[in-house]
């Protein structure tokens, strides 16, 4: 997690914070209101410490996080602690319209990476892919949502797309699938998978920009 620092103003005195660079919350650019909570000396193996615990209020989700930061010099502080300890990234608002699960199996999926469970990761960016294809498909493409529903991922993937879209959902489908297995075929790093799927992504937000476009040539 990357941190930024930020000035505050409180009981007639200026501290400088760290804060997330990115809200754990919602992933956006972070510029909180921060509040002071409690600052204390605290023992500290052989000496005493100050210690802040401070709230930080997103001004993007409306949503808290934590931190509890200690003294380094005279009123500047390191964050030791931080709530939510994930950090999601932000998704185009294209994809968040388009497929809110997605978004929603997207960041489950990137806060068990960030804890290091890669396995739940793995398989769990290989099902927002599922997601995100038939979301697609079905506003764009299909009009029958059972028509959508009965395809498997591998024949989805093969009917709405071909060229560089087929390959990044390929590569997710075919690693993402690997980590069901009981004995793994391919020796690959979960960062890879991501890649991939990032790619797809970005893919996806260009065709729902230029099948929605926010302004078209009018009809004379």
Not at 64 to 76: I, K, N, R
Not at 129 to 135: A, R, S, T, V, Y
Not at 178 to 203: C, E, P, R
């Amino acid at each position: 997690m990357d941190f930024i620092n930020q000035q505050i103003y409180t009981d007639g005195s200026y501290f400088v914070l760290q804060i997330p660079k990115y809200c754990p919350q919602c992933g956006a650019v972070n510029n909180p209101i921060t509040n002071v909570l409690n600052r204390q000396n605290v023992k500290t193996s052989d000496k005493n410490e100050l210690i802040v615990t401070a709230s930080h209020y997103c001004n993007a989700c409306d949503k808290a996080h934590l931190t509890v930061q200690l003294e380094v010099s005279d009123g500047s502080y390191v964050i030791k602690v931080v709530y939510p300890e994930t950090q999601p990234s932000s998704l185009p608002e294209e994809i968040s319209t388009l497929s809110p699960r997605f978004v929603k199996i997207y960041g489950d999926s990137e806060a068990a990476e960030q804890r290091g469970a890669t396995e739940l990761a793995g398989t769990g960016y290989r099902s927002a892919l599922e997601i995100l294809i038939k979301d697609y498909a079905l506003k764009y493409i299909e009009t029958d949502k059972e028509q959508v529903a009965k395809l498997s991922l591998s024949s989805a993937i093969e009917k709405y797309f071909s060229g560089d879209s087929f390959n990044a959902a390929e590569v997710v489908r075919i690693l993402g699938n690997d980590y069901t297995h009981w004995v793994q075929q391919y020796d690959f790093n979960l960062s890879q998978l991501k890649a991939y799927l990032d790619i797809f992504v970005g893919h996806i937000k260009m065709q729902v920009m230029l099948k929605d476009p926010i302004v078209s040539r009018r009809k004379s």
